[in-house]
């Protein structure tokens, strides 16, 4: 399955089919959630049924939990029919005016509420959709995308008053981070991470509101199991990031345990969550590392054209197999340097190429140019390789039907 190639909500469907039984409660999904780190905002891992030909980015992992996390509280609410599946969550994100199309977008997308939700649901995981920014920026992706979860479930239960309750629980969560950042010492990580969470903000604005202390009355009267569950493992997660846990933190998240209504086995149980998940992930977790700036931009820019050259590979590799000539000459650029006029010759021929494939238009932009070094190095490694991970199946299309 290929999450950012079109079609792969309808992989999905296909692929769970087999597992409807995965999860009887929300208990058992919320749990299986905060193993992969979804609701940290964090995503380490994706559902184990889902075969993949490349390695998943950030954002890409985002997607595939956020929509199997909504898909399974559909199935504990009672929902069954996948396609009335997708016609709910999109109705959903309408509602919460998240979907903010431009004519040309519905036009290139089309009709199908899937290819329309995968639409919405790329721009719901980007904080912003500009590629310089996701160049020098690796957390790109919203952090707070669990609370479109305890949301989803309102939804499915009617509950007429959504926006409200999405601002109440933002209100909430931002504020129990900013204070349990307020409760430690604070280091250049915490400055990260109040970022994150301040920019993935969605209903209200983080410069209208106050954090003077007046959100422990508003806490005090949220009696939602779930959404008190999720706001104690933020403040877990903004305690816990540095491995650290001195006595005026070890207090201020059992008080804030104690308004939420939780006794000291389940406080005690989340510290621990949080502690096994930044274990096993430490090295992964993208705001953990720190990395001079050029670094930075030739790691990302390199995470982007690998993800461009995988996800067109089987045109690019029927483009380069019309030319004997650029296929020798980057060949020969991976055992030895190319000389000025053989590197352009490369770049002339390439970016014909590109203007073949649309999604590779980013390389013919003003300042396109400065990624064909990465191109040329990744391309000999990462081709051929021509899948279309999304295709559905006979075995599997005849096991939805």
């Given amino acids: 399955m290929n999450p950012s190639s079109s079609g792969w909500i309808e992989k999905y469907g296909s692929l769970v089919q087999k597992h409807q039984d995965a999860f009887p409660t929300f208990e058992a999904l919320y749990t299986t959630l905060k193993k992969s780190g979804f609701v940290y905002g964090l995503n380490a891992s994706i559902p184990d049924f889902i075969v993949l030909e490349h390695t998943l980015s950030e954002d890409e992992k985002a997607k595939i939990n956020l929509l199997h996390a909504l898909y399974f509280t559909y199935r504990i609410e009672g929902g069954e029919d996948y396609s009335i599946f997708i016609e ?8 919460l005016k998240i979907n903010n199309e431009s004519f040309f977008d519905k036009w290139f997308t089309g009709n199908k509420t899937s290819a329309k939700l995968e639409k919405l649901m790329t721009s719901r995981i980007y904080i912003e959709d500009n590629i310089i920014s996701k160049t020098f920026n ?5 952090s707070l995308l669990f609370i479109d979860v305890l949301l989803f479930k309102h939804f499915l239960n009617d509950n007429p008053a959504l926006k409200e309750k999405a601002e109440e629980i933002e209100y909430l969560a931002i504020n129990i981070s900013y204070h349990a950042l307020s409760s430690k010492e604070l280091d250049r990580k915490d400055n990260k991470l109040s970022q994150l969470l301040a920019s993935s903000l969605t209903y209200i604005n983080c410069a209208e509101n106050n954090f003077d202390g007046s959100y422990r009355e508003r806490l005090l009267n949220n009696k939602d199991n779930w959404e008190n569950r999720y706001l104690l493992d933020m403040a877990c997660l903004t305690v816990w990031e540095d491995h650290s846990l001195d006595y005026t933190e070890s207090d201020f998240i059992f008080g804030i345990g104690k308004d939420l209504g ?11 969550d949080v502690t096994e998940f930044f274990k096993l992930n430490f090295d992964t977790i993208p705001y953990l590392k720190e990395k001079n700036l050029a670094k930075q931009f030739y790691d990302s820019m390199g995470k982007i054209v690998k993800k461009l050259i995988l996800r067109n590979s089987k045109r690019l590799h029927k483009e380069l197999s019309q030319s004997a000539e650029l296929v020798a000459l980057l060949s020969k650029s991976t055992v ?9 010759k490369v770049q002339n021929q390439l970016l014909d190429i590109f203007k073949s494939i649309p999604s590779l238009a980013i390389f013919i932009l003003p300042g396109g140019a400065i990624l ?7 391309i000999p490694k990462l081709l051929p390789s021509a899948f279309d991970e999304n295709r559905i199946d006979e075995e599997e299309d005849l096991y939805r039907k």
């Fill in 88 to 95: 709910q969550v999109f109705k959903f994100y309408e509602i």
């Fill in 138 to 142: 690796s957390l790109i992706t919203n």
């Fill in 372 to 378: 064909l070094p990465i191109f040329i190095k990744l």
């Fill in 262 to 272: 939780f006794d000291n086995t389940i406080i005690s149980t989340s510290i621990t």
């Fill in 336 to 344: 030895r340097d190319l000389s000025d006029e053989e590197k352009r």
